[in-house]
């Protein structure tokens, strides 16, 4: 009988030791994020296919909570179409929107990656920031023409992510409307 407890409080005392490695493994299971998957088409941005996904490819490296991927038809929530007028984005809401990469502004100079990098986080709920900096994506056009970054600045990413979190609705009320161009 002596050896029994004996060995019950053994087993027991042997199997608190191991016990925080135990509880250390479940809580870095706890940190996994999921992924927002967000689908975009780009089937009518013509000569500007390639700029889209390489601004989609920048935003999914910047934000590992997101995951932009092509698609075409009812799946894609994100619509980007090409026409000869200034960068533009209709947005209804976190990852819904049409993007309209405009011609004038590449004519003028702009970095079409660049431009559909900048449309891209307006579908992803952000504004316009005019600080002509390079290093921030949603400066648009008040940035110069030589600036070709396509990487969000950590502020922006960070913005997305809060975004991709629920913090702005699936659906607003009333359609966003993001105009990059010169005539206010």
């Known amino acids: 009988m002596f050896f029994r407890k004996i060995t019950a409080a053994l087993a027991v005392t042997l199997g608190l030791a191991f016990l925080p490695a135990l509880t250390v493994d479940s809580a870095s299971a706890a940190t ?6 967000i689908y975009y088409d780009a089937s009518g941005a013509q000569e500007f296919k390639a700029a889209v996904d390489e601004g989609a490819a920048a935003w999914n490296t910047a934000v590992p909570t997101i995951e932009l991927k092509p698609a075409t038809g009812t799946q894609a929530t994100i619509k980007v179409y090409a026409d000869d007028g200034w960068p533009r984005t209709m947005s209804n809401g976190f990852g819904r929107g049409t993007i309209y990469m405009g011609r004038q502004a590449v004519n003028d100079g702009f970095y079409p990656p660049r431009i559909a990098a900048h449309e891209i986080a307006h579908a992803l709920g952000l504004p ?8 921030y994506l949603m400066s648009g056009h008040s940035s110069p023409t030589s600036c070709k970054t396509t990487t969000p600045h950590e502020t922006e990413a960070a913005q997305v ?3 991709a979190g629920g913090r702005i609705p699936a659906i607003t009320a009333r359609p966003v409307q993001y105009v990059d161009c010169f005539s206010f």
């Open 32 to 37: 996994t994020v999921a992924v927002r998957t």
């Open 128 to 135: 316009d920031n005019r600080n002509g900096r390079c290093d």
């Open 161 to 163: 992510k809060r975004n």
